[in-house]
């Protein structure tokens, strides 16, 4: 299982990294929420992956049993999944923007602001 | 008392709820933006002191013992870094009502000013690595904002490329967050201090992988070198008021973050610093080099950022040295940099923007004859121009001196070498706008109506000069007496040194705990 993870982040990144390189804004949009998923997952898997065992304690017992699923990144994971999802939408409507008041979705066109 | 520590967050964000709510009287949102920023201003001062006189403050956020929860501290380091942030942002929150014009200001400026102030303050004070990323999420978002809002063609360039490096590097981060949580199981920053030399004595290349990831994320917010060509590219963009405090604080809380993982994380990972020193070397020459060959005031202004973080960071390189008096030397170096030059850069964008409000354009080429009509403007900008080239008695002076002590006592000859020849060229730079802005006689064709703006009548003129000369007269006292500023960046220097009293406040973790 780990090792699929590890392969399945690596294209994740790889992709995400690939697709922001093109010119097009919405690959590099594309890219960009790649690279977030990425780092999630990579978040999760480093974690450690358990099956089947939920952190929950037994009615009347002070702690879960041993061995169980650490939460901490699943609650880091859904933090930055939230905090993607927002950067992302607005990363969308600034690229529409940009559309509009340039007239170009070319990255390479976008050059006034360098010289 | 501890309770004073989340002070510099929950202002902000009552003042950013305060603007919502009077988001349909401009005046009003004026004064809260005044005011507000003011309190903040006070209650870091108050935290300051606090923490002079108490030591290390620490809160644990709803009572979740360290390092379970969320911790929230304060030692010198953060405290300085939060005051900081309340002068620049007092400073701009006044420049702010003339220079914001309507439009903006009802799309939300200072909403999004608090909310970037609340990122910022929050950054500085939080005691936890995942919650630093969160705080960064929140004041990249309101800078976000701030650069796009009113949607000028140059303006969404400007975002775009602003947007893009500043999420890859948050990706980075959060990629640098797994791993390290991986490798240790804890992201309470006290806790990995504790659990980092027995992690790296087991996996040494894991935790030097790790440490670069923390340093290229942060670097890119910092402005290293050669991570930096987002900032030039979009730093002159937006209004004067909204660069201003983003080259006041924002490169800065890069820098910190790179001062407080590499001291208190990383601190002995001597391969890490030498890297810093390098590169911050070559931020130095780059960024100057850069500024040499521009015309416009914000974009020299911008390269000069770059170029100034690369002398706090050489401050923080000289961790190399095994010697502690060096090494406590050049950490003093960098806080005292920083805290000179997020002054001494917001007053210059402030002042850049007067002066582009007076000819209508911020092109050198297309102006001059200022000092004639103006001779005290010209004295103004003399004095943190000077002091960031590092002129004494100015502050820059004093940053400068202790910064090439520190790197002759270490002995890094061809690093001094390379800072005295920035602040030769920062120099020039500086005599260049002075020239070309107040001492030539203007250029014969009008070139006015570069930049349409309304006309400016004396009282807000005096507005827009009151930050200003405030931030000018801050830099004249910290020239005139620095040893104020020396103990502080002394005492900061040695809590990051030896933090046993950053460990001792946030407690609990005393037990080594497992995770």
């Not at chain 2, 490096?165 to 948050?170: E, F, G, R």
Request: charged share 10%; with cysteine.
């Amino acid at each position: 299982m780990l090792i699929f993870m590890a392969i399945l982040i690596g294209v994740l990144y790889s992709t995400g990294v690939y697709l922001m390189l093109r010119r097009n804004v919405v690959k590099l949009i594309f890219g960009l929420f790649l690279l977030g998923h990425a780092a999630n997952l990579l978040i999760f898997t480093v974690g450690g992956l358990v099956r089947a065992r939920p952190p929950l304690a037994a009615v009347g017992a002070d702690a879960p049993p041993p061995d169980v699923a650490d939460p901490l990144p699943q609650a880091l994971v859904l933090t930055a999944i939230v905090i993607g999802f927002a950067l992302t939408s607005f990363f969308a409507v600034l690229a529409k923007r940009v559309f509009l008041a340039t007239g170009t979705d070319d990255t390479d066109a976008l050059k006034s602001t360098e010289s | 008392m501890n309770q004073l520590v989340v002070m510099p967050v929950l202002i902000p964000l009552a003042c950013a709820a305060l603007s919502v709510l009077a988001s349909r009287s401009a005046r009003a949102q004026g004064i809260i933006g005044v005011v507000g920023t003011g309190a903040l201003l006070a209650a870091s001062i108050l935290l300051l002191r606090t923490v002079l006189e108490h030591g290390v403050l620490a809160l644990q956020i709803a009572g979740w013992p360290a390092p379970y929860g969320i911790t929230l501290v304060a030692d010198t380091l953060s405290a300085i870094m939060v005051v900081l942030g309340g002068i620049t942002g007092f400073a701009v929150a006044i420049y702010a009502l003339v220079d914001i014009d309507a439009d903006r200001r009802e799309a939300g400026f200072y909403p999004m000013l608090h909310v970037l102030l609340m990122g910022v303050c929050f950054s500085f004070v939080t005691g936890d690595a995942f919650n630093l990323y969160v705080c960064f999420e929140i004041m990249l978002i309101a800078s976000f904002v701030l650069l796009a809002l009113g949607g000028e063609r140059m303006q969404m360039e400007g975002a775009l490329k602003y947007v893009t490096l500043n999420l890859v590097s948050s990706a980075i981060f959060l990629s640098a967050l797994g791993v390290l949580y991986g490798l240790t199981g804890t992201l309470n920053l006290a806790h990995l201090h504790q659990l980092m030399p027995g992690v790296a004595a087991e996996h040494p290349d894991l935790v030097a992988a790790t440490a670069g990831l923390f340093l290229v994320s942060f670097g890119i917010k910092a402005g290293l070198f050669p991570l930096y060509f987002w900032l030039p590219s979009s730093y002159h963009t937006p209004p004067v008021a909204v660069s201003a405090i983003f080259a006041g604080l924002l490169t800065k809380v890069g820098v910190y973050a790179l001062i407080r993982m590499f001291t208190l994380v990383f601190g002995d990972l001597e391969g890490a610093h030498r890297l810093l020193l390098i590169l911050a070397t070559l931020t130095m020459i780059a960024g100057v080099l850069g500024a040499v060959s521009q015309y416009h005031i914000r974009r020299i202004l911008s390269f000069h950022i770059i170029s100034q973080i690369g002398y706090m960071v050489v401050g923080l390189g000289l961790m190399v040295s095994p010697d502690p008096d060096v090494r406590r030397l050049g950490l003093l170096a960098a806080v005292f940099y920083i805290a000179h030059h997020i002054i001494v850069k917001a007053n210059l964008f402030l002042i850049g923007g007067i002066v582009r409000r007076l000819r209508g354009t911020e092109e050198l080429r297309d102006m001059g004859g200022l000092y004639r009509q103006m001779p005290w403007l010209a004295a103004l900008f003399l004095v943190p121009a000077l002091s960031l080239a590092g002129i004494p008695p100015l502050s820059g002076f004093w940053a400068k001196l202790s910064l090439f002590r520190a790197g002759l006592q270490a002995g890094q000859w061809v690093v001094v070498g390379a800072a005295i020849a920035a602040g030769v060229m920062t120099l020039m730079s500086m005599i260049k706008i002075w020239n070309e802005a107040f001492w030539k006689a203007p250029p014969e064709t009008d070139a006015t109506a570069a930049i349409t703006i309304e006309p400016l009548d004396r009282g807000r003129l005096a507005v827009l000069l009151v930050p200003a000369v405030g931030l000018a007269v801050l830099t004249l006292l910290i020239g005139l007496f620095p040893g104020f500023l020396f103990d502080l960046a002394g005492r900061a220097a040695g809590e990051l040194l030896d933090p046993t009293p950053y460990l001792e406040a946030v407690g609990a973790v005393a037990t080594g705990g497992a995770p």
